[in-house]
Structure formats: C-alpha cells, structure tokens
C-alpha cells in the first residue's frame, strides 16, 4: 500500500461518496491515501462490488487481463488470465477490508438527489430512507454499464415463460431440459452463451447485428506463475506495464484507415473461418464494418458453442414476444420457455438515477439537454465540489479500474487544494468547452472506425460520441495529470 506524507489541513473536508464499485472504492482509497478528509460512501445494493455483484450470469468474467483490471496500489494473487465474477467480487472486498472502508460505507442506501447551497458552499444529499446528509463535496461514482437496457418488444408483458436480464440473473430458475433463447450477441451473450450451453435442451441465439470476435486466450495461471507474481519484486508491475503498453499499439486500429484496422479485420475473419463451422452461420457473424465501431468482443468459446447441434443462431433481430415465445424480424415465430435478455445498458443516460443540483439551482440534466460533457470526464462548470467517476468520453482506454484511478486522483486532489481554507472549486466552462471539442476531434481522427455507421451503444440522441475516450489509457493519466489544475479552479470565499 502506498501512503503519502501530509500537512495537517487547516479545514476539515467532509466528502459524500455514492456508489461502491471500483469508481466509491478508488475514491475512497485515494481520499484515505491523499487527504485527511472523512467520508462516507452510500451504496444502493446490500453488497459493493457494483458490476461485479449485479452481474452473475454463468460464464462472467472480465475480458482483459487480470493485471490490467487491478489497481494499481495493492498487488494481487490472481488465479486466473481473466479472473472470473466470483474472484473480482472477492477482490473487490478484499481491498475495502485491506483499507479498512468497511466502517464508512452505508449499504442498502440509495442516494435520490445531491443540491449545492449557494451560501453555505456545501452540497445537501439525500436518502431514498428520507434522511438528509451535508457535505463539502461529492463524489459520483455511479457506473456507466450499471442500468440494465429493458426492451420494449410488443408482448413482453404477457410472456408465460420465465424472463430476465443478464445483470439480474436468476439463479432460482432451472434451466435443464428447457428451450432457451438468449437474445444478444455482445459482450456479455458471448459469455452466456457457452456458459448455459451444456445445460439446456436448446438455446436459439438472436442476433441483431454481429461484432467483431477475438479470441480471449483465458487460462489459469500455473503455480510457478503465481509465485513469481507474488514475491518476485517488481514482478506484477513490469506485467502490467508490458500489458498497458501493448494496449497502445491496439488502440492505433480504431482508426478505420489504418493497416492495423486491415489486420485487425483480417484476424478476425480468419478466426471465424477456421472456427465457425456451418457456411451460413460463417456468414452471418462476419461484420460488414470496421472493427471497433461496436466494442470488439473477446471470447474464445462463443463460435465453438454456436456449434453445437442443439444451438441455433437466428441472425434477426426480435420483432415481438408471444405468451410461448418469440416472433422475429421475418415474422418467423419461436418457441420457448425461458427468455434470457442480453440487451446491454444505458450508458448514455449519465447520473440516470440522481438529480444533481449545481449553482443557483440548475440540474444537471439540463446543463446536458445537448450533450452529456464533463472536463476530463469528470468535473461540469456551475456544480462546484462536484466529481463524476466514469463519465462522458472516459470509457475504453482498455482498463476501466486505471481510468477509474485516475478520476479518484483529480477528486482527491481538488480536495487536497481545499483542505487549505475556506472556499470550493469549480470548473471554467471555457476550457471544457475546448476540452470537449478536443475529444470529438481525437475522435473524429484516431477513433473513426466508432463513428463508421455500425449500432454502437456511444451515441447521444444528437449523434455525439459521448461515452468513449479515445486513446489507451496512458493518454488519460497524462491528460489528467497535465490538465486538473488548469480547469479546475480554486475560487476562494472569506471566513
Ligand atoms: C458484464 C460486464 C463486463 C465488464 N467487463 C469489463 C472488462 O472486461 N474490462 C473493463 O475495463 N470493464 C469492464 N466492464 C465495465 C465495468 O462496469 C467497470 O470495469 C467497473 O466495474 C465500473 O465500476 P464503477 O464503480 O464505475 O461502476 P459499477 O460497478 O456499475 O458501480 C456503481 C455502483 O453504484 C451504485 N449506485 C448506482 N446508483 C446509486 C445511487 N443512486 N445511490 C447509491 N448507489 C448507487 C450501484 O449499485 C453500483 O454498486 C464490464 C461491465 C459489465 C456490466
């Protein structure tokens, strides 16, 4: 663990935390490391963890590699290339315990909204119990793939099967011997699929659109590897460096024009074809645009369970829902018992489930009627004291826990400046208004093969990129590290 020498502060900082994933986790460890503030973090379920406890459908798992989806201020034994849901809920307890956060957070606690008063120079945040708490700032750290995306297919409602989302698994539900449908092929479907695949008497795949698909390349770490991660000094650093370099040569295809997008392609075409058995379904899940435009999907088993005789994929999407089943685009109809919803989130809708309040009263929500926008992702002009983890154009940059990192280091350090005195920060809204434009332009530039017309989950009602950052995530340390202070800016009041 790391811990930082500092100045006794001349003023107590209180902070409000909501949320406790790795966004609450990382903010309150670097508050602990970096600042003598107290705090308190609130978390809506009865567990933290937040992706990692709501999503337990069988075959979860990350897909990068452990090392990389670890912070970087506690070394950790894992098991396995690409851990799996129960070790990262595991880790995810085990850092709040290694840090001692346990007694600071508030379980089962839904946060309802979070108003700046103007004269006091404090945020009031409320409780859905009704209770009300002061704070001098607040730290959002809601998720951005936390609010499950429900369809509204004509139907729905009078399905006599059983339905439900991937993120509210049903573990009560047996699903031997019965006709499933998994509606999806993203992501996560690529790992629902092979994970319930063995246990059903048949699974039909819907498949709107096809992504692009890599091989994961997941295995356990031997026992020699283990121990070397573990006591050999240096060990697990140097990995991860070698991993977040390697990521910088991958973001470089994400450009539609280049001979890394061309290889990228061919890659994966040639992986369908030495995989993918029958001719149609060979066809059906080769993409016609650029890699990257949809989040590409990792996964070393999905073609191999696409296989399987007792397997359909129907490349159409879901048109309705009958009482027995499910009537697809072509008006084909197709029964079943048991509905499986792999139909993503909203990401879009930042901060979704909280009324934010800044100056003179003015919600969030309008400030971002246009476009969500945030100065690094992270902080908005008019809602001082007010720190957003994972916000608009912070997702990607391979590993969302060191984007996560970065972000708890700009709230931290903003609190560190006002622990000097009275007074609160606040962003200059011209230099987000350059900031922003800044990223459309990276986007516009390095990232096109996201703007190449595939249905992608980036894009707000205006067509404006506005979940992903666009770069690896060396780009964001410097940019955070350089930019913090030059945006956010210390606005002093008298005692
Ligand atoms: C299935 C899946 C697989 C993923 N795989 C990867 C991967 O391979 N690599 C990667 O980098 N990222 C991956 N991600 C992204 C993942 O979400 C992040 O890596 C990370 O876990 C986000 O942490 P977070 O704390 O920001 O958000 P979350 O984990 O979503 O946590 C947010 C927390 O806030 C709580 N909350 C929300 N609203 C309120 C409220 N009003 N009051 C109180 N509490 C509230 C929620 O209950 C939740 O616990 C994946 C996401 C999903 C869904």
Not at 219 to 233: D, G, L, M, Q, T
Not at 399 to 425: D, F, H, N, T
Request: proline share 5%; with cysteine; aromatic share 10%.
């Amino acid at each position: 663990m790391t811990h930082i020498r500092r100045r006794a502060p001349r003023r107590s900082v209180r902070v409000g935390i909501i949320g406790a994933g790795f966004g609450g986790i990382a903010a309150a460890v670097k508050l602990q490391q970096r600042t003598s503030a107290t705090f308190v973090v609130f978390e809506q379920s009865p567990e933290v963890g937040g992706t990692w406890y709501d999503n337990r459908y069988p075959g979860c798992e990350v897909d990068i590699p452990s090392h990389a989806y670890s912070f970087s201020f506690l070394k950790y034994d894992w098991s396995h290339t690409h851990a799996r849901q129960p070790e990262l809920l595991r880790y995810a307890h085990e850092i709040v315990d290694a840090f001692g956060l346990r007694p600071h957070i508030r379980l089962n606690t839904k946060v309802t909204d979070v108003v700046w008063d103007d004269a006091a120079h404090h945020y009031v945040l409320r409780t859905d119990a009704g209770e009300t708490h002061t704070f001098d700032v607040v730290i959002s750290a809601l998720g951005l793939l936390n609010v499950p995306n429900h369809p509204d297919w004509p139907g729905l409602d009078d399905f006599q099967g059983v339905s439900f989302h991937t993120s509210r698994w049903r573990e009560d539900v047996d699903m031997g011997g019965k006709r499933v449908a998994v509606v999806g092929t993203g992501s996560t479907a690529a790992q629902v699929v092979p994970g319930i695949a063995a246990s059903v008497k048949s699974l039909l795949v819907f498949q709107r659109e096809p992504g692009w698909v890599e091989p994961k390349r997941e295995r356990p770490f031997s026992a020699r590897e283990r121990w070397i991660y573990r006591h050999v000094p240096g060990a697990q650093r140097l990995h991860r460096a070698r991993l977040f370099y390697q990521s910088i040569a991958r973001f470089k295809a994400y450009d539609a024009t280049s001979r890394s997008q061309e290889r990228k392609r061919r890659a994966c075409v040639d992986y369908i074809e030495r995989t993918v058995g029958d001719p149609a379904t060979r066809e059906a899940v080769t993409p016609d645009y650029p890699w990257g435009c949809k989040r590409p999907v990792l996964a070393s088993t999905f073609y191999e369970a696409l296989n399987l005789a007792h397997v359909d994929l129907v490349p159409h999407p879901v048109a309705s829902v009958t009482a027995n089943g499910l009537v697809d685009s072509r008006g084909e109809h197709h029964e079943i018992d048991v509905l499986v919803m792999s139909t993503g989130f909203q990401p879009t809708k930042f901060l979704a489930n909280l009324d934010v309040r800044g100056i003179g009263g003015r919600s969030i929500h309008d400030a971002w009627a246009e476009r969500a926008s945030a100065f690094l992702g992270v902080t908005v002009a008019g809602f001082p004291n007010f720190f957003i983890l994972y916000g608009p154009n912070t997702n990607g940059g391979f590993s969302i826990i060191a984007q996560l990192e970065r972000q708890a280091e700009v709230a931290a350090k903003a609190v560190r400046r006002l622990e000097s005195g009275p007074g609160y920060v606040d962003t200059d809204e011209r230099i987000q208004q350059r900031y922003v434009r800044w990223i459309d332009s990276q986007i516009a530039r390095k990232a096109s093969a996201m703007e190449s017309g595939c249905r992608n989950y980036y894009h707000s009602p205006g067509g404006k990129n506005i979940t992903q950052w666009p770069g690896a995530h060396l780009k964001y340390l410097v940019v955070t590290r350089l930019l913090h202070r030059i945006g956010i800016r210390r606005i002093a009041v008298p005692r």
